[in-house]
């Protein structure tokens, strides 16, 4: 199993000194058209450009951003088991999760097993003969999947929505954001140029 338990003080060691953890309670325009962000601790915050980067659930609490098709919650687990004969020796196995709640069975070159399911504690006797669960992670936001009608990640004049809210994954996540920096920064040089 991946140990990212360092992932965020690597990531944000150049700029940690300029985090602030607070929870965002309120988001308006004010009469200048610029975004005034209220926070639980009660400060206030003034921006130019806004990037919501939270999931719909949190989103929606400040501003109404439409719902999803599916976002939905998930649980991946790392068993150690035999599997019943029918699935030995097949790396990767797609299922139709309205059963049993499990949706993917991947093989590690070690030969554990990564689940992915979308009920938090799956009943696995259908795949192993006899398993153990060595770690289990949930969280609530891991599916989001649109139907046809994808979400604008312009919500409005300088307020974008980054993340997987179109297509669930990490790539979609990088992209989105890539997308709305790349605005930001050309809306930037386009102000710098005017003055």
Request: hydrophobic residues 40%.
């Amino acid at each position: 199993m991946a140990d990212f338990k360092h992932t965020y003080d690597r990531l944000t060691e150049g700029f940690r000194d300029h985090i602030r953890q607070d929870f965002v309670v309120s988001l308006e325009r004010d009469a200048n058209g610029n975004w005034r962000i209220g926070t639980r601790s009660g400060t206030l915050y003034e921006a130019r450009t806004v990037v919501l980067a939270i999931p719909y659930h949190n989103a929606v609490r400040v501003y109404p951003v439409p719902k999803p098709y599916l976002p939905t919650s998930a649980t991946v687990l790392h068993v150690v088991g035999e599997r019943h004969a029918r699935y030995r020796g097949k790396r990767f196995i797609l299922f139709h999760p309205e059963e049993t709640g499990i949706a993917l069975m991947w093989q590690q070159v070690c030969g554990t097993d990564l689940i992915f399911s979308l009920k938090p504690d799956p009943n696995l006797d259908a795949f192993y003969r006899k398993c153990d669960i060595v770690s289990k992670v949930s969280w609530k936001t891991a599916v989001v999947i649109s139907d046809g009608n994808w979400v604008s990640l312009r919500l409005e004049q300088d307020l974008y929505l980054v993340g997987d809210y179109n297509v669930c994954g990490l790539k979609d996540s990088f992209l989105t954001g890539l997308c709305a920096g790349n605005a930001i920064l050309s809306s930037s040089t386009a102000l710098g140029k005017a003055s």
